[in-house]
């Protein structure tokens, strides 16, 4: 301290001034290196102490050396030429403490052109957004669980935008998840706009509803994901009659309910027979190995028998039934029966309430919504 307290008085009054401004300078030399590094820069919390208050050390004994050297300045030109080599030595002190931290610690370098080049494609692929809006990338998992509350909510193309947003086109391109995030919210898109210049229901149920149940086939599905697919998309109509209900329509839109209504049920009452159909055999595959025999009969395939030696013991009839039943009413069985041997012995039949095939409609938790 005594040191830096004497190199400061031999400096002279011009010099202590010139040290003053030259630190001044110094400080923005500093912060202009930094400005060049981006600011979550891991070498930033060892540059700032190590560069920093060692820099400001420097003035005084720089300025005494040149008042002791060239002596005393007498013209504002010499203090200049004092302030000038204070903040020149500063700056370059700093400039070779950067690189000298870079080539010790190459791990920092490289993550930071890792983190520099990842937000670099991210600014690239995201979308243009509102001028004066603030931007704030989110995480992976934080954009997941935003574009599928927005999609929830029905703002498909507020759930687009969060994930264009955020997400850089490597994981757009790559992501299984997020790639089918977007095919959702696409399909979802189309859905509620199918035609950009009429987006009215009758619009819709012309161009899309009636399409999207015509087009499913009327033949036996060959998995259980096929199964409860084409269950969905007569569902997903039956709710777009719905929502229909709750909007004042033209009679257009009067005529495209009625028209929506007449081929929901006409694709059930032609399709559930065989779903169940295609359920039975299905699982019966399954339960194969279990020496368990499905089999579905009466009118419209509606009753379905389940034979083998494990329901001999009614509480294994209670307990298959209670795994089963949620699907066998959204096919709308009315009959489960449960026997141990084919045609003999003992049998216990659930007599269930399903509607009709032709009833337009949903189950929502456990209970059938009926829509007219």
């Not at 060049?36 to 050396?65: E, N, Q, T």
């Not at 009614?314 to 096919?331: D, K």
Request: aromatic letters at 6%; a positive charge; proline letters at 5%.
């Amino acid at each position: 301290m005594e040191k830096f307290r004497t190199s400061a008085l031999l400096a002279g009054k011009g010099a202590v001034i010139a040290s003053v401004i030259a630190g001044f300078l110094l400080l923005i030399a500093f912060s202009s290196v930094l400005a060049g590094l981006d600011k979550h820069d891991p070498s930033l919390p060892m540059i700032l102490p190590l560069f920093g208050l060692p820099a400001l050390a420097l003035l005084p004994p720089v300025a005494s050396f040149t008042q002791r050297k060239w002596g005393q300045p007498t013209s504002t030109g010499g203090h200049i030429g004092i302030v000038a080599i204070c903040g020149g030595v500063g700056l370059a002190l700093t400039v070779v403490g950067v690189l000298a931290i870079d080539s010790a610690f190459p791990e920092l370098a490289a993550k930071r052109v890792q983190e520099q080049q990842l937000r670099a494609a991210t600014e690239r692929t995201a979308p243009p957004t509102t001028t004066g809006a603030r931007k704030t990338h989110l995480d992976r998992a934080a954009m997941l669980d935003e574009a599928r509350s927005a999609l929830q909510g029905n703002q498909p193309e507020r759930a687009l935008t969060i994930v264009y947003d955020n997400a850089p086109a490597e994981i757009l391109r790559t992501d299984p998840e997020v790639k089918t995030l977007v095919a959702q919210i696409e399909t979802r898109i189309k859905a509620n706009d199918i035609s950009t210049h009429d987006s009215n229901f009758a619009e819709k149920v012309r161009s899309y509803w009636l399409p999207q149940i015509s087009g499913i086939a009327t033949t036996a599905p060959a998995s259980a994901p096929d199964i409860w697919n084409a269950v969905a998309k007569l569902e997903d109509a039956t709710r777009a009659l719905e929502d229909s209900n709750a909007t004042p329509l033209d009679q257009a839109g009067k005529d495209a309910q009625r028209d929506l209504r007449l081929a929901i049920a006409a694709k059930q009452r032609a399709f559930f027979p065989i779903l169940r159909g295609a359920y039975a055999k299905i699982v019966g595959q399954a339960m194969w190995e279990r020496d368990i025999d499905i089999r579905v009969s009466g009118a419209g395939n509606r009753s379905i028998t389940w034979t083998g030696g494990l329901f001999a013991a009614r509480a294994n009839i209670a307990r298959a039934q209670g795994e089963a039943q949620t699907h066998l009413l959204r096919l709308r069985f009315m009959h489960s029966t449960y026997e141990w041997v084919r045609g003999i012995g003992e049998r216990y039949t659930y007599t269930m309430d399903a509607p009709a095939d032709d009833a337009v409609g949903y189950w929502d938790q456990g209970a059938f919504k009926p829509v007219r």
